[in-house]
């Protein structure tokens, strides 16, 4: 594949995007984008500052002293936050359930769309998000729209807390993934949808590596 094409993988909470893009970006020796990443920084940014995450002036007022830094690394995507690595951090509860009111406001989208923008200025990029095919890359070559159960989610998120040694309600989990899949798909500015030309990918009964291969096998098509 000569051709360096764009990537854009939406979806819901916990559908597999990151997991299954970074093995598309791996196989396919492009750079994965996180764009998650970026607003559970600015969000973990916002929570420290003590703001009102429902206030767009008070989020946005922190924008222009922001720096936030994606640096791909053979172990994933390494996050700096004015300089500082939070890698960690930002995937606390506290971050994921504050992140959806942060990144409802016009103006944290705007400018977070315009790096993204100039992040996959290059091509050869998989970005995963909610608003990448509709917003971030409309005129990318491949869009895929992945989705599983929201049971299958939150099972899957499940087995992520125990495997970090901690345990979770299931139940808890899955309410608190609709929650968020709601805000994000009912928010006026750039809201979750499957864009009109996304392949849809339904991972529910799919492996990680069975949903990489049927995007590999769609992005050939792309570039021959
Ligand atoms: O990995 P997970 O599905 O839990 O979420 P994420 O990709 O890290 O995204 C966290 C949150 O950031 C989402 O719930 C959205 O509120 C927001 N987001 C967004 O609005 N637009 C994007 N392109 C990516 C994330
Ligand atoms: O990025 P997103 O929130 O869409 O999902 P993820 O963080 O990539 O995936 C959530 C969890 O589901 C991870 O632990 C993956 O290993 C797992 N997963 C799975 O078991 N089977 C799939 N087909 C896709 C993801």
């Known amino acids: 594949m000569d051709k360096k094409i764009r990537i854009a993988i939406d979806g819901p909470a916990a559908a597999g995007k990151s997991t299954i893009a970074k093995l598309v970006a791996g196989r396919l020796g492009y750079t994965y984008i996180d764009t998650g990443a970026m607003y559970r920084a600015l969000t973990h940014k916002a929570i420290g500052a003590g703001v009102d995450l429902e206030e767009a002036g008070e989020v946005e007022a922190l924008l222009p002293g922001t720096q936030i830094i994606l640096e791909p690394g053979a172990e994933g995507q390494t996050v700096l936050l004015d300089g500082e690595d939070v890698t960690g951090v930002i995937r606390t509860s506290a971050v994921t359930n504050g992140v959806s009111a942060v990144s ?63 345990d979770s309600d299931l139940g808890e989990l899955a309410r608190e993934i609709a929650i968020r899949d709601k ?25 990680i590596e069975d949903a990489a291969d049927a995007i590999i096998r769609l992005a050939g098509e792309k570039v021959d």
């Open 104 to 166: 409802a406001h016009a103006g944290v989208r705007a400018y977070m769309v315009a790096e993204q923008r100039r992040m996959a200025r290059e091509g050869g990029v998989v970005m995963d998000g909610r608003d990448i095919g509709t917003a971030v890359l409309p005129d990318a070559e491949l869009k895929v729209f992945m989705t599983a159960t929201v049971e299958e989610r939150a099972r899957r998120r499940h087995l992520e807390n125990l495997a970090r040694g901690f």
């Open 183 to 207: 805000k994000d798909s009912e928010r006026p500015v750039s809201p979750l949808v499957r864009a009109r030309d996304a392949v849809l990918l339904d991972t529910t009964d799919m492996t």
